[in-house]
C-alpha cells in the first residue's frame, strides 16, 4: 500500500509535497496501491515515483511531472494531464479510459496494452512511446506526434485522426472493426480512420472507384498452423509498398460479411484468398469475382504457391 509517510505527505497537497521532494531529492516516492479518486494534484512532482496499481480515478493531474514514474497497471480513468510530463513514464496495462493528455509529452513513454479508449490525445508529443496493443477505440489523436511511435497491433475502431505526424511510426496490424466483429486490419493510422467511414458510410464508397489503388485484401480463416505463411504475405506485399488489408474469418459477425469483403475488394488493388479452410470464402468469392472483372484475384492453400486466377498480377 506505499510507504504511509510518503502518502501522508501527499494528502497534505502539491505545495507541501514539492517542497518535501526538493528537501528529500535521494528519496523514490513509494505511492504504490494509493487511493486518490479525485485528488488535486496541478504541477505535482512525481517523478521517478512508484505509482504501480494506484487509483487516480478523476484527479488533476494538470502540468504535473511524471517523468520516468511508474504507473502501470494503475487506474487513472477519466484524469486530467493536460501539459503534464510524462517523458518515459511506465504506464503498461494501465487503465486511463477518458483521460485528457491535451499538449501532454509522452515521449519514449510505455503504454503498451494500456487502456486508452475514448482519451483526447490532441497535441500530445508520443514521439517514439510504446503504444503496442493499446486500446485506442474512439480515441481524439488531432495533431498528435506519433513519431517513430509504436502502434502495432493497436485496437482503433472510431479513433478521430487529425493532422498526425506519423513520420517512422510502426502501424502495423490496426485492427478497425469493433470487438464483437471478425477483425478487419491495417498497417496505417489514417487509412484505418479512413476504412471506418467506408465500411459505415455508403454515400462515400463511390468516391472510391477513382482513387488509386495501393491496399491489397487478404481472406481466408488464418489458424495458428497458418499464421507464418499469413505474414510471409504481408511482408512481401510491403516490401513491394502496398499496404496489406487482412479480413479474419474466425467467426459469426452481426454485420453483413459478404457487403464488407465486397467493399473491401472494391478499395483494393487485388485480393489474395486462402482457401485451405476457409468455410465461407468460396461465397464471398462469388460475391466479389463477377463485379471486379479488372481486380486480380489470387488464390492459395498452405501446400502451394498464390497463383493468379485471372487478370493482371501486382506491378
Not at 54 to 77: C, K, P, V
Not at 103 to 123: C, F, I, P
Not at 267 to 278: G, H, Q
Request: glycine share 6%.
Amino acid at each position: 500500500m506505499g510507504n504511509p509517510e510518503h502518502l501522508a505527505v501527499l494528502k497534505l497537497g502539491s505545495s507541501v509535497w514539492n517542497q518535501w521532494r526538493q528537501e528529500h531529492p535521494e528519496v523514490v516516492p513509494d505511492l504504490h496501491g494509493a487511493h486518490f479518486k479525485e485528488g488535486r494534484f496541478s504541477r505535482a512532482n512525481f517523478s521517478g515515483a512508484d505509482l504501480t496499481l494506484a487509483y487516480f480515478g478523476h484527479a488533476d493531474l494538470t502540468g504535473a511531472d511524471l517523468n520516468n514514474a511508474n504507473l502501470s497497471e494503475a487506474s487513472l480513468r477519466r484524469a486530467n494531464f493536460s501539459k503534464a510530463n510524462l517523458r518515459e513514464a511506465k504506464l503498461v496495462r494501465a487503465d486511463l479510459t477518458g483521460s485528457d493528455f491535451f499538449g501532454a509529452t509522452l515521449t519514449n513513454a510505455n503504454l503498451s496494452a494500456a487502456y486508452l479508449e475514448r482519451t483526447n490525445l490532441t497535441k500530445a508529443n508520443c514521439d517514439d512511446a510504446i503504444l503496442a496493443n493499446s486500446d485506442l477505440r474512439f480515441a481524439v489523436a488531432a495533431e498528435t506526434s506519433f513519431r517513430c511511435a509504436d502502434l502495432t497491433g493497436c485496437q482503433v475502431y472510431g479513433i478521430s485522426v487529425w493532422n498526425a505526424v506519423l513520420d517512422g511510426a510502426h502501424q502495423r496490424d490496426l485492427v478497425i472493426t469493433p470487438l464483437d466483429e471478425n477483425p478487419v486490419t491495417t498497417d496505417n493510422l489514417q487509412i484505418a480512420q479512413f476504412l471506418f467511414f467506408l465500411l459505415n458510410n455508403r454515400s462515400i464508397r463511390d468516391v472510391i472507384e477513382t482513387v488509386g489503388k495501393k491496399a491489397v485484401l487478404i481472406l481466408g480463416r488464418f489458424t495458428d498452423g497458418r499464421k507464418v505463411v499469413l505474414q510471409r504475405i504481408r511482408d512481401e506485399l510491403r516490401a513491394a509498398g502496398f499496404v496489406p488489408i487482412l479480413f479474419d474469418f474466425v467467426g459469426p459477425s452481426n454485420r453483413d460479411i459478404t457487403e464488407t469483403v465486397s467493399t473491401l475488394a472494391h478499395l483494393s488493388r487485388a485480393v489474395i484468398v486462402d482457401i485451405t479452410d476457409a468455410k465461407s470464402v468460396p461465397q464471398e468469392l462469388m460475391a466479389i469475382v463477377p463485379n471486379l472483372p479488372s481486380v486480380p484475384i489470387l488464390t492459395r492453400t498452405v501446400s502451394e504457391a498464390p497463383r493468379p486466377r485471372r487478370g493482371v498480377g501486382l506491378e
